[in-house]
């Protein structure tokens, strides 16, 4: 008697519902029935109200700060491991505590590393992500990792913009291979900016290196968390000459007053994904769906499928 395979079954962390059900809908199914109990002092407690033993099941959630985020995603899978699913895929469209990866001083945690080895040690068998602020950050799971790239979802919105004279622009050195990658796809010039820091998210200084006057220029970052580095980009690239300025940011952390420096600045749109809520405070924000993108893929997973067409870069 052949074995039948199961169907694979979604869930969501509590902070990524509307989006796995997104997720869900791409696929062609429901959410499945989580259950959070919660006690007066704030501990917590998923429980799985449907029976997962021998599935697949991937439990959707974004892990961005607060703990809490995290939190959820192990014990979600700590629960999963325990009710004996077959394979437990954690779709992180975007992997919080990605920047601290690596001792840039002395006496610092390697946090993307720790928060890796937690999930394979909680029972995940593999991680689906999207634009990891570090790609070397596959390099800390010994579990299969699926990095997808944001690029299938903002270069089609690019080349429908039809924009003339276009640039490419990196808002720090370290992110000049993406907008080469970019500005390869799209067959045009690349600038850099040079920013140095004081502290975390304050720049004390910024200089622009290429030529942009008579440029449309875009911006492409892998996040935007207070808005400072593109606000202050996009500003000194209208100085030097620019007729526009957009940014194009995978995953849209907004922090602080991000949205005030939006609206105040030269940019003329952000573009974001969903990997992240977005409250919509800003009429020069903008938001592409990853849904349909991680439906496609999860769905290539589970059907031992090849999924080396949606890295696009």
Known sequence: ?????PQPKIFACTQSKVLGEKIAKAYGTELGNVLFSRYSDGE??????ES?????IFIIGSTHPGPE???EMLLMIDAAKRASARHITAVMPYFGWARQDRKDKPRVPIAAKLVAKMLETAGATRIITMDLHADQIQGFFEKPVDHLFAS???L???KNLGLKNLTIAS??????KRAYAYSKALDCDVVVC????AVANVISYMELIGDVEGKNVVLVDDMVDTAGTLTKAADLMMERGAISVRAITTHGLLSGNAYEKIENSKLTELIVTDSIPIELKSDKVRVLSCANLFAEVMDRVHNNNSISSKFLM
Do not use: A, C, W
Request: zero cysteines; a positive charge.
């Open 194 to 197: 040079y920013k140095q820091r």
């Open 156 to 158: 089609p919105y690019l």
């Open 171 to 176: 808002p720090d050195m370290g992110g000049s």
């Open 1 to 5: 008697m052949s074995y039948q395979v």
């Open 52 to 56: 997962i033993r021998g599935t697949r």
């Open 44 to 49: 917590f407690q998923p429980s799985f109200e």
């Open 69 to 71: 985020n995290l939190m």
């Open 152 to 154: 299938t979802l903002f």
